[in-house]
């Protein structure tokens, strides 16, 4: 079954240096997506970045990039030059496609980031 | 601006009380999803919706039941057989299929409803 774990339910980092957010992925699937969304204390959920199962090059955004290790299942997600807006429950989450042909994604659980000025 | 609006924003109900969230998206998206949030949790799939007229059972549908008869619309029942439904809920959309942007998800700012 499709499965995204992230161990770190806190992480503290200091304003304007880079921090890295973990994320472990199972599934059997070859073709998925990974995401990772930022929900900030009002509770939007807001699209941060997108890394294919094909892909070979990592994703960046901004200042956002996907650290995508294929062979460890692992899609981890580094913010460099953290502002104080960065502070936020971050979810890492897996697109797959069902047997029935829906597209469904699961999420983990969550790191509560925090920046300190 | 297109967007998803979620209403209420808060909501509190008796318990025993059947409540109906709204969800109304305006970016011609095909699908729709409702998704539960619990503190320190991340979110669990209730229903979701790849066309008018069609939805699927997520992980957690039971207690719950949805529609959608229009393209934008997809409300979702909380009805009196949830035993837990206090909890913060989140409708999102997407274009049908991961082709565009991984099929990324677009939320609504969510309704949280609290049962008392």
């Known amino acids: 079954a499709q499965k995204i774990t992230q161990t770190q339910p806190g992480m503290f980092v200091q304003e304007k240096e880079a921090v890295t957010l973990d994320c472990t992925y199972d599934?059997?699937?070859?073709?998925?997506?990974l995401f990772w969304y930022k929900q900030p204390s009002s509770g939007e959920m807001i699209f941060l970045i997108y890394q294919g199962s094909y892909d070979e090059q990592n994703a960046t955004e901004g200042r956002y990039s996907l650290n995508f290790q294929k062979a460890r299942k692992s899609a981890n997600l580094v913010i460099s030059a953290s502002q104080l807006g960065d502070s936020a429950m971050y979810f890492c989450?897996?697109?797959?496609?069902?047997?029935?042909?829906?597209?469904?994604?699961?999420f983990g659980k969550g790191t509560k980031l925090t920046v300190n000025p | 601006d297109g967007g998803i609006t979620q209403s209420p924003k808060y909501l509190f109900r008796k318990e025993g009380q059947n409540v109906t969230l709204s969800c109304e998206q305006n970016l011609n998206h095909d699908a729709m999803y409702w998704y539960r949030q619990d503190p320190g949790q991340g979110l669990r799939l209730i229903y979701y919706s790849q066309i008018v007229n069609d939805f699927q059972k997520g992980d957690i549908a039971e207690g719950y039941s949805v529609s959608r008869e229009k393209k934008e619309s997809f409300p979702l029942t909380v009805t009196s057989a949830q035993k837990n439904p206090t909890a913060f809920y989140l409708c999102a959309s997407s274009i049908k299929g991961p082709k565009v942007r991984g099929g990324e998800l677009f939320f609504g700012e969510g309704s949280r409803l609290t049962v008392l």
């Open positions: 599934t059997s699937d070859q073709s998925y997506g």
């Open positions: 989450a897996m697109s797959y496609i069902t047997q029935g042909g829906s597209e469904k994604l699961v």
